[in-house]
């Protein structure tokens, strides 16, 4: 992944959509907000016992570096629920693991702290997807659901699909000592070691067998438990932030415009990670 800079605010890039520049996309650190303490201190996740105010403020922060006119979320519950996003002038009050959408201008964003936020991108049908998965939507394979929605609103085929996974819970910290009840069979064969999975490996392996192509996923491979510096930890501090995940569509008659206001602020830094 590429790890860019603007201001005070970090984000990464997946390499896998370096060349595709109607896709705009950040997985975003948690440098450079107003939270404090605990959330400190780019914390976008309500519910979290943070400020409000200063979660509002991130928000903004966020939009104004990925330069969209808005920013849509959904309620997340750890379920299955995929939306189609119409507009930005829709507030999606509804529950929903999954945005997806081929309108411009929209900002799909995903909070996370250890899930994973995985962005599916279609080149043929111009429609992009970001969706919510931690260990229960694994279990519940939202990855498929997904490309199955994806199938019946866009007409996208599997193949075709580029798809990028988001820093998350590594297998030296994705302990599950009630396995046997919570996960299926069929992940036990990815127990790195006794009652410790390898989550992302399961993701690839359900992306692969509903027919994405191994070289059109990129896994960030970076764990968020073993990084207090740039990532919160939901495992690890039980009281912390929400990351933002957040992927939209900008057609070529905007793109300059696009990059004309990216211009404008300071270069963006980068460096290899992941």
Known sequence: MKRKKKGEVEWL?????SEIPELVHGVFLRHGGNSEGHFASLNVGGGTGDDPE???ANRELIRQVMQLPALISGKQVHGV????VPGQ???LENSCDGLM???ENLGLMIKHADCQAAIFYDPINKAVANVHAGWRGNVQNIYAKTIETMQRQFGSRAQDLLVGISPSLGPLYAEFKNYRSELPECFWDYQVKPTYFDLWAISRMQLEEKGVLPHHI???SICTHSDFNNF???RRDKITGRHATVAGLIYPNNL?????GRAKTPADQRSQTG
């Open 13 to 17: 890039e997946f390499e896998l959509f």
């Open 81 to 84: 629920d995929i939306v189609t």
């Open 89 to 91: 002038d829709r507030l």
């Open 54 to 56: 200063k979660i509002v």
């Open 232 to 234: 919160f930890s939901y």
């Open 218 to 220: 990129e896994l960030a």
């Open 101 to 103: 959408t081929q309108k």
């Open 256 to 260: 300059k415009n696009w990059f004309l």
